[in-house]
């Protein structure tokens, strides 16, 4: 069975770009979870999708943004892009909304320059 | 807003020592897991724990939650070079969906 897979694997952009990064859960996981972490400190949560609905949404600006599809997967926004959203954007994605451990992808590292 | 600390932040340790990482968190959790990430990796999940004073092993892990369900513990009996990594909690409070992760420990394991 195929894991959860994230493209791309690796982005360059420049400060004020658009960005959009893609979520593929295991199959048969409705929950999906985006996740920021920078370099040597944990993963910051984002944003939470079940069933197609927001379920969680993290301290981060409105440039933030995420939607899940019918197939489940999803697709992580960022709009006008900082120096300091450079990072790893990790996906997770779990069976059911709370008490169920998540599996992560591998991730996109995002650089902004 | 609800935090979530780890401590050491660093561990080096001999092969075949003992090592136990410490979680605390601001609030009460409703719920904790365990992840392991090892360098250039992304997080793996562990274990999960549910109850007051709830005690699981996996092998050489023993993990715990606190009776205030405010802590939590992982230790590894004997370390390998396997087990090198950083150890993060995260906790997830009643009413809410998302998980806080800890600071992390970062475990170094010298042969």
């Known amino acids: 069975d195929a894991g959860v897979t994230q493209s791309p694997t690796h982005l360059i952009k420049t400060r004020g770009q658009h960005v959009t990064l893609r979520c593929s859960p295991i199959?048969?996981?409705?929950?999906v979870s985006w996740y920021q972490q920078v370099l040597g400190q944990g993963p910051q949560f984002i944003f939470q999708y079940y069933e197609k609905e927001e379920r969680g949404r993290g301290n981060f600006p409105d440039r933030f943004s995420a939607r899940q599809f019918p197939n489940y997967s999803s697709e992580l926004n960022v709009n006008a892009l900082l120096l300091g959203d450079s990072a790893l954007y990790l996906c997770?994605?779990?069976?059911?909304?709370?008490?169920?451990?998540?599996?992560f992808g591998s991730g996109t590292r995002l650089t902004v320059v | 807003g609800q935090q979530v600390m780890q401590i050491p932040q660093y561990q080096h340790v001999q092969e075949g020592e003992d090592f136990t990482t410490y979680c605390n968190s601001s609030?009460?959790?409703?719920?904790i897991q365990w992840y392991k990430q090892r360098p250039g990796g992304h997080p793996v999940f562990l274990i999960q724990?549910?109850?007051?004073?709830e005690v699981k092993k996996q092998k050489r892990l023993t993990f715990q939650f606190g009776e205030a369900k405010k802590n939590s513990s992982l230790h590894i009996t004997a370390t390998q070079t396997t087990d090198v990594g950083t150890y993060f909690c995260a906790g997830r409070s009643s009413g809410t969906y998302k998980y806080i992760f800890g600071t992390g420990t970062r475990l170094k394991v010298l042969a």
């Open positions: 724990l549910v109850k007051s004073g």
């Open positions: 609030t009460t959790l409703s719920n």
């Open positions: 199959s048969g996981h409705k929950s």
């Open positions: 997770a994605s779990s069976a059911y909304d709370t008490n169920y451990g998540y599996t």
